[in-house]
C-alpha cells in the first residue's frame, strides 16, 4: 500500500474524480476498490490529508500507454502534484 500526501490547499472532491475517470462510486473516507483493465484491482482510503492506494495487478498485461497516463492524470487531480514531485517525495522514504 502506498500513501500519496495531498498538497496543501488542494481540495477536490475524491468520490467525483473517481467517478469522473473511473465510473466507480462509494465513499473514499470508508475505503471502496475497483477494478481498471489494465491497472488491476484497486482499493482506496483518504485519511485527513493523504491517500492510500493499494493495486493487485490483473493476470494478463496490456501494453496500451494511455491507460497509465489516465492514471497520472487521475492522481495528478487527486493529490495537486505531478509525476516529478510524487517520484521525489517517494525518494525520500
Given at each position: ?7 496543501r490547499g488542494h481540495n477536490q472532491d475524491l ?10 462510486k462509494g465513499d473514499i473516507g470508508k475505503g ?51 509525476t516529478k514531485e510524487r517520484k521525489k517525495e517517494?525518494?525520500?522514504?
Amino acid at each position: 500500500m502506498r500513501e500519496y500526501k495531498i498538497k496543501r490547499g488542494h481540495n477536490q472532491d475524491l468520490d467525483a474524480l473517481i467517478t469522473q475517470y473511473y465510473g466507480a462510486k462509494g465513499d473514499i473516507g470508508k475505503g471502496m476498490q475497483f477494478v481498471v483493465e489494465g491497472i488491476g484491482t484497486i482499493t482506496i482510503r483518504q485519511e485527513k490529508s493523504s491517500l492510500f492506494i493499494a493495486i493487485v495487478p490483473p493476470k494478463t498485461v496490456c501494453g496500451d500507454h494511455a491507460i497509465i497516463k489516465k492514471w497520472n492524470e487521475f492522481l495528478y487531480d487527486a493529490t495537486g502534484k505531478d509525476t516529478k514531485e510524487r517520484k521525489k517525495e517517494f525518494g525520500k522514504i
